[in-house]
């Protein structure tokens, strides 16, 4: 499985962008980048994910660069929301890997 | 998470006791995941199934733990003979196919097992 290393934690002040990098340098070619996040006590939520191009949607931007091996979510204006555990996660390819390994995602603080 | 039900959202249980958490999946989904958070750690695979089968359960441990996804109803994660090690949120999440082809897993607000 590809690993994904973020770090530990960021702050951005509200109303910012927030640009969240993640590496996966033994990513295949078949492997997709998801994001999701994990606002305290609630379950983790969807927020993007792509496979080459760059994904864009009401949440968020995508940023893969062109070898894959890094990715950047991009909250464009960050609020107090905002403020939750970020996981990359380089979802497993065919022959039934299907599982999401989590790593332990990036803290993000937006600070009023 | 709009659509993955889970439930009890909390629940008490003193050791020696059994946990039943149910999960009942997104409209049309028919796969199901259940993942357990200790706390202050990371999400951890637990089993991952389909209909009435039981597809990989790698992430259970070994004993007093097993799940099911009936034909009908919901998921059902059992923890039998409770320990306090089992204090944890268990969440579930479900996709519409076995998600090759990319596509998303949602999870549910998840059920918080606390033994006493």
């Known amino acids: 499985d590809a690993k994904t290393t973020q770090p530990p934690s960021m702050d951005c002040a509200e109303g910012r962008a927030a640009n969240l990098p993640c590496n996966h340098s033994?990513?295949?070619?078949?492997?997709?980048v998801y994001w999701y996040r994990q606002i305290h006590s609630q379950g983790p939520q969807y927020i993007i994910h792509?496979?080459?191009n760059n994904e864009t949607n009401e949440m968020a931007s995508l940023i893969i660069t062109e070898d894959r091996k890094s990715s950047t979510l991009i909250l464009p204006h960050a609020t107090l929301r905002d403020t939750a555990v970020y996981y990359c996660?380089?979802?497993?390819?065919?022959?039934?890997?299907?599982?999401?390994?989590f790593g332990t995602g990036t803290r993000l603080k937006v600070l009023a | 998470n709009a659509g993955v039900m889970q439930n009890p959202r909390h629940l008490v249980r003193r050791r020696g006791q059994e946990a039943r958490l149910r999960c009942s999946p997104m409209?049309?989904?028919?796969?199901v995941y259940w993942y357990r958070q200790l706390p202050e750690e990371g999400l951890k695979f637990m089993v991952y199934?389909?209909?009435?089968?039981?597809?990989?359960e790698s992430g259970m441990p070994k004993e007093r733990f097993s799940a099911e996804f009936p034909k009908e109803g919901p998921s059902i994660l059992r923890i039998q003979q409770v320990v306090r090690g089992d204090s944890a949120a268990y969440f579930c999440?479900?996709?519409?196919?076995?998600?090759?082809?990319?596509?998303?897993?949602?999870f549910g607000e998840g059920s918080w097992l606390t033994v006493v």
């Open positions: 999440a479900s996709s519409l196919d076995r998600g090759d082809s990319g596509n998303t897993i949602y």
């Open positions: 033994t990513i295949s070619g078949n492997e997709y």
């Open positions: 792509g496979l080459k």
């Open positions: 996660i380089v979802r497993p390819g065919t022959s039934g890997t299907y599982k999401y390994i």
């Open positions: 409209k049309g989904h028919s796969h």
């Open positions: 199934l389909q209909k009435e089968n039981i597809i990989d």
